[in-house]
């Protein structure tokens, strides 16, 4: 069994940064494709960016491209998250997956096994 923990969610301005960072527990974080996920009120949980075990591969939703940056550091069981450049519409609880088998990345929420509790984001106008 894996626990994640977020952190790193708060209120910002709409064009300020946020890191969020996801703590992972065991050995077994090196070999666990990971992903973050949002949803705002009212609105589906979607995908935001995933990363394979190593950090070599990473994917990202069109939404957050060339803005978000997903990273991990095995040796710390932590993958991070950076937010530049935010927007309101980036207001959502943030989500931390990981997968109890596959290595690689993928956008499939189902796909993944563990879950943090979420952190807020808040992005004002």
């Known amino acids: 069994q894996v626990q994640l923990v977020e952190s790193g969610g708060g209120l910002v301005q709409a064009g300020g940064s946020l890191r969020l960072s996801c703590a992972g527990s065991?050995?077994?974080?090196?070999?666990?494709?990971m992903g973050w996920f949002r949803q705002a009120p009212g609105k589906e949980r979607e995908f935001v960016a995933a990363?394979?075990?190593?950090?070599?591969?990473?994917y990202y939703a069109d939404s957050v491209k060339g803005r978000f940056t997903i990273s991990r550091d095995n040796t710390k069981n932590t993958v991070y998250l950076q937010m530049n450049s935010l927007k309101p519409e980036d207001t959502a609880v943030y989500y931390c997956?990981?997968?109890?088998?596959?290595?690689?990345?993928?956008?499939?929420?189902?796909?993944?096994?563990?879950w943090g509790q979420g952190t807020q984001v808040t992005v004002s106008s």
């Open positions: 990363i394979n075990w190593s950090g070599g591969s990473t």
């Open positions: 065991g050995r077994t974080f090196r070999n666990q494709g």
């Open positions: 997956a990981g997968r109890a088998a596959g290595s690689t990345w993928t956008k499939n929420q189902y796909e993944y096994d563990y």
